[in-house]
């Protein structure tokens, strides 16, 4: 209902239709905004999205929170990345979810590509998963500076870079992740340096290994002070991988694996849009029924 105020304003409904309000110390109209109908397409498709999207999210939660890490349009590229791996699942929309995109697809993929690693780095980082899911880092031998670019501007000259890894879980089931372990691995111009990394995996769970290079300077008492250099902070995903019922079968079988405790709790994600999969079903059979 529409009233008269103190002031000789109307504010209120009328019909539920027209709306009075005042703005700027004028009388206002407005018509209640008409309810936009999406086609069974778009649904289909905001469907996938929101569950690629709702993922992301949890990616970007573990691997990309300080800003120096991802660029302006990182969340979007990560969406993207996963809606198109979702896609090409070969199955039904309603049917299909992220637990069934290849893992593979996740490899490479840069939060800042501001700064790319092809850019800061003039040699390739290699990583292997063996059967069983023993994770193998190798860094090669770094003879001199030249090999890490900011090392050689100006701002970098009495730098020393880092490696930092992390190995996190994701149960995509049961919209769970953590943080299992991360290290810092300095580089070396004796030798080069090998980290592996194993423990007993959780059946189902997405295993990522993500990477990124950042610098510090030491102080007088040989405290490292962190650089951020937002053009040199590279961060990426160098290994993804499931562990479907092989290789949970082969882990389980590695004879001397002691139990790590994870460095995080478990946190949980939104994932709306995966608890809605039985909605979406039953609108796919109904579309049918009707053609």
């Given amino acids: 209902m529409a009233i008269v105020d103190s002031q000789g304003f109307v504010r209120g409904k009328l019909n539920d239709e027209v709306i009075y309000r005042k703005l700027n110390g004028k009388n206002v109209l407005q018509y209640k905004p008409a309810e936009v109908k999406r086609s069974f397409k778009a649904k289909l498709a905001a469907h996938e999205f ?12 573990l691997a990309a929170k300080p800003k120096e890490l991802r660029d302006a349009n990182m969340h979007a590229r990560l969406n993207t990345l996963l809606t198109k791996s979702l896609r090409r699942v ?6 299909r979810d992220i637990r069934d995109i290849d893992p593979a697809d996740l490899i490479g993929f840069q939060f800042n590509m501001d700064a790319p690693f092809e ?32 090392l050689k501007t100006r701002d ?21 992740f953590q943080l299992l372990e991360r290290v810092d691995i300095e580089p070396s111009s004796q030798e080069g340096i090998e980290w592996e990394y194993c423990r007993r995996w959780e059946k ?17 008492a040989q405290r490292k002070i962190p650089l951020s250099n937002k053009a040199y902070n590279s961060s990426g995903i160098l290994a993804s991988f499931f562990v479907n019922d092989e290789l949970f079968s082969l882990n389980q079988a590695l004879p001397g694996i002691e139990e790590k405790e994870a460095i995080s709790a478990i946190f949980t994600f939104d994932n709306k849009a995966l608890s809605k999969r039985s909605d979406i079903k039953q609108e796919i059979k109904r579309q049918n029924t009707k053609a």
């Fill in 119 to 150: 850019k800061t780095l003039n040699f390739p980082l290699r990583c292997h998963v063996s059967e069983e899911g023993i994770i193998h880092f190798t860094l090669p031998r770094l003879a001199d500076d030249a090999r890490i670019a900011f």
């Fill in 90 to 95: 070969n199955r039904d929309i309603g049917e």
């Fill in 156 to 176: 970098g000259k009495n730098a020393k870079a880092s490696f930092d890894l992390m190995v996190a879980r994701m149960d995509l089931q049961h919209s769970r």
């Fill in 204 to 220: 189902d769970n997405l295993i990522l290994l993500f990477v990124s290079l950042s610098y510090y300077m030491e102080d007088w």
């Fill in 50 to 61: 929101g569950i690629a999207s709702n993922v992301g999210k949890a990616i970007r939660m």
